[in-house]
């Protein structure tokens, strides 16, 4: 096996590699793509729904800081923190289906699990909660001084 055979090995594994991230690319894009159509095109629908449960996902990233352009800066260990937090909420309409959407911080924040009222979405998409009372509300509320059974 002389040097040019190497040379050939790397040069279709290098193709190889670099086809692949480019289709992997594309299809992601493809699929975002086809969500944002499909949401376009589903009617707004307006239901009855009840807050079920949150959760948020958060993603944490940490970058080397600035420094020279292979980021040597003296001390070893200075690294740079980033973090993103995406919120999700899960909400029951009256036939038992649920359905978690993508809401914004805020929103995430306004809701409390046992919320109920109208949800509006198009597809996937979130588009507003209007609350029309808790049910949470009703069980934390002592009515002789001690707490509701749930």
């Known amino acids: 096996m002389g040097f040019g055979m190497g040379f050939s090995m790397f040069s279709v594994m290098f193709f190889l590699i670099f086809g692949f991230v480019i289709v992997m690319f594309i299809v992601t894009a493809v699929k975002g793509i086809g969500t944002w159509h499909k949401n376009n095109n589903s009617p707004r629908l307006t239901v009855e729904a009840t807050v079920v449960s949150k959760r948020q996902n958060v993603d944490v990233h940490h970058h ?39 809401v914004s911080g805020r929103e995430y924040g306004m809701l409390v699990e046992g919320d109920f009222g109208e949800l509006t979405f198009q597809g996937t998409r979130y588009l507003g909660f209007e609350r029309r009372g808790s049910k949470a509300a009703y069980y934390d509320r002592p009515d002789d001084g001690g707490e509701r059974q749930r």
């Open 64 to 102: 080397p800081n600035g420094g020279d352009a292979n980021h040597n800066t003296g001390d070893n260990n200075a690294m740079h923190t980033t973090t993103s937090t995406t919120y999700y909420v899960t909400f029951q309409v009256a036939s038992g289906d649920r359905m978690e959407l993508h």
